[in-house]
């Protein structure tokens, strides 16, 4: 279910899944809820790791944002809303749209 969430398959997930309860990241037991799934749940080391990574993402984006000055920041806003309005507009039209276009190219 990860795996078709995430559009990747089962034997990735299974690989990255291995590599991490080798680096001991995560750890694994069987559900409670249900004995046929598996939990998996960061150590202490992988909830290290991952405060880590997470305060080198916000540093490496605030030195991107920092340099540039807010009228660009401004500009890049509203390009941003406008783009995610069109994008959502595309979204609830549906594939009618797509349909319509590769009618007309068969005609």
């Known amino acids: 279910m990860f795996a078709r969430r995430r559009e ?13 309860l080798d680096a001991g990241l ?8 249900d004995g046929r799934n598996r939990e998996y749940r960061l150590t ?6 991952l405060a880590d990574l997470k305060r080198s993402r916000e540093a490496a984006i605030e030195s991107v944002w920092m340099t540039q000055d807010a009228s660009e920041i401004e500009s890049f806003t ?9 994008i959502e507009d595309y979204s609830r039209r549906g594939n009618h749209q ?6 007309s190219v068969g005609e």
Do not use: D, H, W, Y
């Open 8 to 20: 990747s398959s089962a034997a990735a997930v299974s690989r990255i899944l291995r590599q991490l």
């Open 26 to 33: 995560v750890s694994v037991a069987i559900s409670q809820s």
């Open 44 to 49: 202490s080391a992988g909830e290290r790791v």
């Open 78 to 86: 509203e390009f941003a809303r406008k783009l995610v309005r069109a």
């Open 98 to 103: 797509v349909s319509a276009i590769e009618n």
